[in-house]
């Protein structure tokens, strides 16, 4: 997606050990109309699929996920890191590693929002490894549903996210890929 | 505002001790719709303050702060509870108590995107002691910005935010005020 990618390179900085700050627009400032832009290209690239639920983890995915939920029509779901005293005792919860924290997360999700049977579109803002991903995918699984599509802001393809989610043989759409990051500078695929 | 009171009634829980839990449509699954319809109603009552830019709180201010921003057509900046590694070591940083969580948690902003002689709008998703959004206020003065409006979805008005917001002199709205949680059950101001 032109408008992401354009900006990613005005703003995106390259903080070396494949870290790619984008705070300015993504993950603490939000610019709503671009993200409302991301949300509309989702929309448009799975509706096909007959998703019947969003799920997106908090806190960077929440953005980019509410904006396709409200394109699409779908409720969204993030699953918390910390279990919220409104949430039963008995939830989905698993484990993933966080790329920017050095320690694993807890992903978790109530079982009130996460019924048998539904067709699951996970959005977030990175696909980097994939952990947190296959994190959201363990989740739906074990709630019965299964996982239709997932969409991501920003692919570093060269983390192997991608080919971590292949065996799931389901569509995989990133709206900006960047396929190297060195000597400070980020490169996308044409 | 109907539509959100209605949705509270249907589907909110009243657990005790000033305790509302309502995420099968704000906090946890979110309704991208009724949270679309909750921003363009800030947005319609806050048109007129001229503000540059909408603060929140991270994690369940984000959804109706960032539609509230897409009617609005500002950028939205989320204060996190724990401070990135994308984010410089010079930041500004407030502790306030954490209703749900029994403890103070710290809300940063980094200076990048707080500057100087911005109107500020606060948008969050609970009015309750007026904890968290004082620590937002805080934030925003320590920048050199002025706070010029306050809205949140839901105000618990028993708990007294409203009253420690008053010395501010700026607007405050709700879109559901909540006047008394007694016996499981939710009453709302008329």
New interface residues.
């Given amino acids: 997606m032109k408008e992401l990618k354009e900006r990613i390179l005005k703003e995106g900085k390259n ?1 070396g050990s494949g ?1 790619l ?1 984008v ?2 627009f993504v ?7 671009l ?2 832009a991301c949300g509309r290209e989702f929309a448009r690239r799975f509706a096909h699929l007959g998703a019947t639920k969003i799920l997106t983890a ?2 960077s995915g ?2 980019p996920a ?2 396709t ?2 394109h699409l ?6 699953a ?1 890191k ?1 279990k ?4 039963p005792d008995q939830v989905y919860l698993t484990l993933a590693p966080s790329h ?2 050095g320690r694993m997360v807890e992903l978790i ?2 079982p ?2 996460m019924a048998n049977d539904e067709k699951i579109l996970i959005i977030d803002d990175f696909l980097a490894s994939g952990a947190t991903i296959l994190g959201l995918v363990r989740l739906a699984e074990a709630s019965g549903s299964r996982v239709v599509g997932i969409g991501a802001l920003i692919e570093k393809i060269f983390e192997g996210g991608r080919a971590a989610l292949e065996p799931l043989g389901v569509p995989v759409e990133s709206l900006a890929c960047i396929t190297k990051m060195e000597d400070g500078k980020i490169e996308f695929r044409e």
């Avoid at 993950?27 to 109309?33: C, G, S």
């Avoid at 919220?84 to 949430?87: D, F, N």
């Fill in positions: 903080l870290i700050k705070d300015s993950n603490h400032q939000v610019d709503p109309m993200m409302d908090e806190i929440i953005a509410l904006t939920a409200i029509g779908l409720p969204v779901v993030y918390r910390h919220p005293i409104t949430m920017t924290k999700v109530s009130e929002y």
